[in-house]
């Protein structure tokens, strides 16, 4: 008992409390194992088995010391475990975690000949054992670390790339409220790849590697939206079964009974479904790409892009940030270096400074540094005027379209922009893509609500105005604006649009809800798990209200929110807001949007409208009467005046009132 609690209290890196427990339990089980060797009649099988766990705890004690920093003390219980696993002619599989754990120490001592020579002989061990899981990718992966930081970059990839493959067989296996966690544990794999490949000159295998360490659960939710609908219905009933036999499987192994026979029982069902992927690629090779989700390589980009257009693509390191600049004929890579922590301090703080209406000087400033670090040094590379943005970590929070040029230029003031959370996402938004724009729209304005709100009146006045532009719009307000009515209606508009306030869960992102009138049916709250559930034909969804492009990010890149949801559901673009907006400029805003749509591409309509609050030319009317109340859609904005309106002597082209607005998926 005393180890296992060691162990528990090790893993939350409480190092001290952990060592003695581990301590004492060491003693009892040397003081046991003294007995049992004393003791007539003991069967040799009973000797074994505490020599196993005697071992254990020493492996888990030397883990205690080295995560307390104590290296020399760690070395003493590793080298203790070896020489009694020698002494004992020990037959055991924890000879490759201590393997894996010393040559980890070695490494951090800097001892690298020992920690590759002891490391390669832990990952033959897992290998021929087919231990292919946690370890092995710990032990590839710290191979190829110490390989590249040693210089040593061609010889790190294939240790990486064991890594990866381990990683993503795993993954394939697991339900999608796992892969989330998982694969957010094992991002690193993917990164050591990108620098170890950069650095021998192949940029487009890069790309590719980056592709897969972004948005995977995104990807492999939508892949699995389709999963076999174009096979037959025999392969479809054989995969539904392989997949609630690996299932029934692992929810037994959970239980711990039956172990042994049940991982033979699931080595074998997961060669079963190997082989069934193989079965269905020969009936129709797309289909199995979107249940595997195969990431898209940079030729693969360079096909769906459109001349004229530039997609820039970015990955966030600890010590870099990578940038890929890819147009039709054409690939470029640019290294930025700009450490991930100056990177969140800068977005941290522009975003901070893009609330203060009076203090445009010190927005100026941040955005001209960002605009330094991450645009400038592309821009060479940029021969269209569209732009697609590829974020990734704290760029998802970055309104790339209000950063600054040294001239003093929006940069939304050179080119159209919109985002993508990954490249390979084109797949699903090309696809969906309308050929025709529709005219139907139902606009959602201003629903009654039970909770204290502020109230959204230029809402109202946003939603009439998009029927005048729109004549076959459906119109929902106040009570009308329900969660039933929406549900009834949505498949049968091609535009959906919300001037309505958003609850943000970032704990649960999946309760996240647009707030909607109660009918009796429904409790008014649309989640974002209900969203999802949802089957759209819609080509645009636009959210005028609060903070609705963001969610919960994960270190895999994940990025849970009302945007990701509509896409899920069948929409290719969604317009969205990163902050709480201002609700007179937003309607104005959102009837320039409307009116520019009628001839224009999405982001162009999107970047025109921007324009036009920048430059004072839109909405006269609406920003005229400012002093009607209930300016901020979700509560008040932070130092923006302490009633609810703001002065109308405030000028809209400050980009607190323009930039919130991002157009996320297909641009046309």
Same mark, same amino acid.
């Given at each position: 008992?005393?180890?296992?609690?060691?162990?528990?209290?090790?893993?939350?890196?409480?190092?001290?409390?952990?060592?003695?427990?581990?301590?004492?339990?060491?003693?009892?089980?040397?003081?046991?194992?003294?007995?049992?060797?004393?003791?007539?009649?003991?069967?040799?099988?009973?000797?074994?088995?505490?020599?196993?766990?005697?071992?254990?705890?020493?492996?888990?004690?030397?883990?205690?010391?080295?995560?307390?920093?104590?290296?020399?003390?760690?070395?003493?219980?590793?080298?203790?475990?070896? @020489?009694?696993?020698?002494?004992?002619?020990?037959?055991?599989?924890?000879?490759?975690?201590?393997?894996?754990?010393?040559?980890?120490?070695?490494?951090?001592?800097? =001892?690298?000949?020992?920690?590759?020579?002891?490391?390669?002989?832990?990952?033959?061990?897992?290998?021929?054992?087919?231990?292919?899981?946690?370890?092995?990718?710990?032990?590839?992966?710290?191979?190829?670390?110490?390989?590249?930081?040693?210089?040593?970059?061609?010889?790190?990839?294939?240790?990486?790339?064991?890594?990866?493959?381990?990683?993503?067989?795993?993954?394939?296996?697991?339900?999608?409220?796992?892969?989330?966690?998982?694969?957010?544990?094992?991002?690193?794999?993917?990164?050591?790849?990108?620098?170890?490949?950069?650095?021998?000159?192949?940029?487009?295998?890069?790309?590719?590697?980056?592709?897969?360490?972004?948005?995977?659960?995104?990807?492999?939710?939508?892949?699995?939206?389709?999963?076999?609908?174009?096979?037959?219905?025999?392969?479809?009933?054989?995969?539904?079964?392989?997949?609630?036999?690996?299932?029934?499987?692992?929810?037994?192994?959970?239980?711990?009974?039956?172990?042994?026979?049940?991982?033979?029982?699931?080595?074998?069902?997961?060669?079963?479904?190997?082989?069934?992927?193989?079965?269905?690629?020969?009936?129709?090779?797309?289909?199995?790409?979107?249940?595997?989700?195969?990431?898209?390589?940079?030729?693969?980009?360079?096909?769906?892009?459109?001349?004229?257009?530039?997609?820039?693509?970015?990955?966030?390191?600890?010590?870099?940030?990578?940038?890929?600049?890819?147009?039709?004929?054409?690939?470029?890579?640019?290294?930025?270096?700009?450490?991930?922590?100056?990177?969140?301090?800068?977005?941290?703080?522009?975003?901070?400074?893009?609330?203060? +209406?009076?203090?445009?000087?010190? /927005?100026?400033?941040? @955005?001209?540094?960002?605009?330094?670090?991450?645009?400038?040094?592309?821009?060479? %590379?940029?021969?269209?005027?569209?732009?697609?943005?590829?974020?990734?970590?704290?760029?998802?929070?970055?309104?790339?379209?209000?950063?600054?040029?040294?001239?003093?230029? %929006?940069?939304?003031? $050179?080119?159209?922009?919109?985002?993508? @959370?990954?490249?390979?996402?084109?797949?699903?938004?090309?696809?969906?893509?309308?050929?025709?724009?529709?005219?139907?729209?139902?606009? #959602?304005?201003?629903?009654?609500?039970?909770?204290?709100?502020?109230?959204?009146?230029?809402?109202?006045?946003?939603?009439?105005?998009?029927?005048?532009?729109?004549?076959?719009?459906?119109?929902?307000?106040?009570?009308?604006?329900?969660?039933?009515?929406?549900?009834?209606?949505?498949?049968?508009? $091609? +535009?959906?649009?919300?001037?309505?306030?958003?609850?943000?869960?970032?704990?649960?992102?999946?309760?996240?809800?647009?707030?909607?009138?109660?009918?009796?049916?429904?409790?008014?709250?649309?989640?974002?798990?209900?969203?999802?559930?949802?089957?759209?034909?819609?080509?645009?969804?636009?959210?005028?209200?609060?903070?609705?492009?963001?969610?919960?990010?994960?270190?895999?890149?994940?990025?849970?929110?009302?945007?990701?949801?509509?896409?899920?559901?069948?929409?290719?673009?969604?317009?969205?807001?990163?902050? =709480?907006?201002?609700?007179?400029?937003?309607?104005?805003?959102?009837?320039? /949007? %409307? =009116?520019?749509?009628?001839?224009?591409?999405?982001?162009?309509?999107?970047?025109?409208?921007?324009?036009?609050?920048?430059?004072?030319?839109?909405?006269?009317?609406?920003?005229?009467?400012?002093?009607?109340?209930? #300016?901020?859609?979700?509560?008040?904005?932070?130092?923006?005046?302490?009633?609810?309106?703001?002065?109308?002597?405030? @000028?809209?082209?400050?980009?607190?009132?323009?930039?919130?607005?991002?157009?996320?998926? $297909?641009? =046309?």
């Amino acid at each position: 008992m005393k180890r296992e609690l060691g162990e528990y209290l090790r893993l939350r890196k409480k190092y001290d409390e952990a060592i003695e427990l581990l301590t004492e339990s060491l003693s009892l089980r040397e003081a046991y194992l003294s007995r049992l060797y004393s003791a007539k009649g003991q069967k040799e099988s009973q000797i074994k088995t505490h020599r196993g766990f005697f071992i254990l705890t020493l492996i888990h004690l030397g883990k205690a010391y080295h995560g307390a920093g104590r290296l020399e003390q760690a070395m003493e219980q590793y080298q203790r475990a070896l @020489s009694s696993i020698k002494e004992w002619g020990l037959k055991t599989n924890l000879d490759a975690l201590l393997y894996t754990s010393m040559g980890k120490l070695y490494g951090q001592l800097k =001892k690298y000949p020992q920690a590759l020579q002891i490391l390669k002989k832990a990952l033959a061990l897992h290998e021929r054992r087919r231990s292919a899981g946690q370890a092995a990718i710990a032990t590839s992966r710290q191979i190829a670390h110490i390989l590249h930081e040693t210089g040593k970059h061609s010889e790190a990839i294939p240790y990486y790339g064991r890594a990866v493959r381990i990683i993503e067989s795993t993954r394939s296996l697991l339900e999608s409220d796992y892969r989330q966690s998982y694969f957010g544990e094992k991002v690193g794999a993917y990164v050591g790849m990108v620098g170890a490949l950069l650095e021998v000159g192949k940029p487009a295998e890069a790309f590719s590697y980056n592709e897969r360490a972004r948005s995977r659960l995104f990807l492999d939710l939508l892949g699995s939206k389709v999963e076999l609908s174009k096979a037959k219905g025999d392969l479809r009933e054989e995969g539904r079964a392989l997949n609630e036999q690996i299932g029934a499987i692992k929810a037994k192994l959970a239980r711990k009974v039956h172990r042994r026979a049940l991982r033979k029982e699931l080595k074998q069902t997961r060669k079963a479904y190997n082989a069934f992927l193989v079965k269905v690629k020969e009936v129709d090779r797309e289909q199995v790409s979107l249940m595997t989700v195969e990431p898209f390589t940079l030729r693969e980009v360079q096909n769906l892009l459109d001349p004229g257009t530039t997609l820039i693509e970015y990955f966030v390191t600890d010590s870099k940030v990578h940038a890929w600049i890819v147009e039709k004929n054409k690939a470029q890579y640019e290294g930025v270096k700009l450490t991930r922590e100056m990177l969140t301090n800068l977005v941290k703080t522009l975003r901070e400074k893009i609330t203060n +209406i009076e203090g445009i000087e010190k /927005f100026n400033e941040v @955005s001209s540094e960002i605009y330094q670090a991450l645009i400038q040094p592309v821009l060479p %590379y940029v021969n269209g005027r569209r732009l697609i943005i590829v974020p990734h970590d704290v760029l998802h929070y970055l309104p790339f379209q209000a950063l600054i040029s040294s001239s003093g230029r %929006y940069l939304i003031e $050179d080119y159209s922009i919109h985002y993508l @959370s990954s490249a390979s996402l084109m797949k699903f938004t090309t696809a969906k893509r309308r050929q025709v724009k529709g005219e139907k729209i139902l606009v #959602i304005g201003n629903p009654k609500l039970e909770v204290s709100k502020v109230g959204l009146k230029f809402a109202e006045l946003e939603a009439k105005e998009i029927q005048k532009l729109y004549p076959q719009s459906t119109v929902l307000l106040k009570k009308a604006a329900t969660e039933e009515a929406v549900k009834s209606r949505s498949a049968r508009h $091609d +535009i959906l649009h919300f001037a309505a306030h958003v609850e943000l869960n970032e704990k649960d992102p999946l309760s996240t809800a647009l707030l909607l009138a109660k009918d009796g049916k429904d409790d008014g709250r649309l989640t974002v798990k209900e969203i999802f559930e949802m089957e759209l034909n819609a080509d645009l969804v636009v959210l005028s209200g609060c903070e609705t492009g963001l969610g919960k990010l994960s270190r895999g890149d994940e990025f849970v929110g009302l945007t990701r949801a509509f896409i899920y559901a069948g929409t290719p673009s969604v317009v969205a807001s990163l902050w =709480k907006v201002e609700d007179s400029s937003t309607a104005a805003l959102m009837g320039s /949007f %409307y =009116k520019n749509l009628k001839t224009m591409s999405k982001s162009e309509a999107l970047r025109q409208a921007q324009l036009e609050l920048i430059r004072g030319k839109v909405g006269a009317d609406l920003l005229a009467m400012r002093g009607v109340g209930g #300016i901020t859609k979700g509560g008040k904005a932070p130092r923006v005046e302490s009633s609810s309106s703001v002065s109308s002597s405030v @000028s809209t082209a400050h980009p607190y009132f323009w930039a919130p607005f991002v157009l996320v998926g $297909d641009g =046309k």
